[in-house]
């Protein structure tokens, strides 16, 4: 849901308006006379996949006779840069000077003006369709619903615009750069539990509440828990013995016992390095960070270590004869073996516990593809169409997908 940081278009403005760094506006018009409307838009349309899409404005000076000043959003590229936000079809905007809340030269709303430091804050809610607003961070009374999509059938962009008409005014727009006086995290946390709740009054087909048991089922068998498959199949499961030996394989890696990990796989796969070089050369791996976890500071060890990165390298260098892979990992625990504090060490990280799972799935895949099965089980294939899906909606501006966590479902 994170959006990036847009900045008010050099290019696209009124010249009747001058830009300053940090996104600073002053209107620079007549000295005499009527202050005539001057307008600006972002360089960059707001960011289709971040749901909620939110800017503060500081009225920095505007407290002018007759002075105008008015900032909102606008669906069109290229806007009138004569006119104030709010005075078209194509634009909705709240007038800081009265307080009114304008689209298509009428007001639709109204709410409280504004002086000089005080704050505006604009809110563009891309799950509800509406546009809404905030002074000093308090969320106004008050929104614009609007069209996603225009009458041929395409999803608008739409594009932060302010609009000006008082001689010296200024103001400074936050687009996220700092932290934004209201609360927007909290409305964003409001808007992702009714996405959810939406999402967990969905009713599943028939079809798919009879696929689930198959579902977990085939999960289990193809992590390893055979036992518990058996129980929850309620009969023999088939491919237990297989599945048993992976899960000891598995268990082995992530208690640290790679010498036993590297026997049993060799038993389940005799042509390891052969048909998987990759797998086998990060269960070596895994192997010397381990020897790295006993022997730190034992002196008595080091030959030992650099023993057996000789014999790391010269294995990389005869599985590289069968595929080529990355070989990342064994320069970094060669650079972990050789620090003197592993605490400062960048490469510490190949000490963590996840280090042993993430190996140990890279060996389960690998053993999976040897007995002719999927990589991934059907569950887990299943939750990466599901974020693929997600993603896809997010960048086709879809408001509610940029809100979807599936962790909170699971």
Avoid at 276 to 282: C, D, K, R, T
Avoid at 283 to 293: A, P
Avoid at 389 to 407: M, N
Wanted: charged share 20%.
């Amino acid at each position: 849901m994170a959006a990036s940081h847009l900045t008010w278009c050099a290019k696209e403005h009124s010249p009747l308006l001058e830009t300053f760094v940090g996104d600073k506006v002053q209107y620079g018009g007549t000295a005499s006379g009527q202050p005539e409307p001057a307008a600006i838009r972002t360089s960059s349309p707001v960011p289709t996949n971040c749901g909620v899409y939110y800017f503060e404005l500081t009225a920095i000076q505007i407290d002018q006779p007759g002075g105008r000043v008015a900032c909102g959003f606008t669906n069109i590229k290229s806007p009138s840069y004569s006119t104030l936000p709010g005075t078209s079809e194509n634009s909705w905007a709240y007038r800081v000077d009265t307080g009114e809340a304008w689209h298509d030269r009428s007001v639709a709303f109204t709410g409280p003006a504004f002086n000089d430091g005080h704050v505006l804050g604009c809110g563009f809610d891309l799950f509800r369709h509406v546009i809404f607003f905030t002074k000093d961070g308090v969320l106004l009374d008050g929104t614009f619903a609007y069209q996603p999509i225009g009458d041929d059938g395409e999803k608008y962009d739409w594009w932060p615009i302010l609009g000006m008409a008082s001689r010296g005014a200024v103001v400074k727009a936050n687009f996220g750069s700092s932290p934004f006086v209201y609360d927007i995290a909290a409305y964003k946390a409001t808007v992702q539990l009714e996405v959810e709740k939406q999402i967990r009054s969905q009713e599943l087909s028939p079809a798919l509440i009879e696929a689930l048991p198959k579902l977990a089922l085939n999960y289990l068998i193809h992590r390893g828990y055979s036992k518990t498959a058996a129980v929850f199949a309620k009969q023999p499961v088939s491919q237990a013995s297989q599945a048993n030996a992976r899960r000891e394989v598995m268990t082995a890696i992530t208690k640290g016992d790679c010498d036993e990990a590297l026997k049993q796989a060799h038993q389940l796969c005799p042509t390891m390095a052969q048909d998987h070089p990759e797998a086998l050369f990060q269960l070596h791996c895994q192997r010397y960070v381990e020897l790295i976890r006993t022997s730190h500071g034992d002196d008595t060890l080091i030959d030992q270590l650099i023993s057996e990165g000789q014999a790391l390298q010269l294995l990389s260098d005869d599985l590289l004869k069968h595929a080529m892979f990355d070989v990342t990992c064994m320069h970094d625990i060669f650079l972990l073996a050789a620090h003197p504090d592993l605490a400062s060490c960048p490469m510490l990280t190949y000490l963590d516990e996840q280090r042993r799972h993430d190996v140990a799935d890279i060996v389960n895949s690998a053993l999976l593809e040897h007995f002719d099965a999927r990589s991934q089980s059907h569950l887990e294939v299943m939750l990466r169409h599901i974020q693929q899906c997600l993603k896809a909606l997010q960048d086709q501006g879809d408001g509610a997908a940029a809100f979807v966590d599936i962790a909170n479902f699971l």
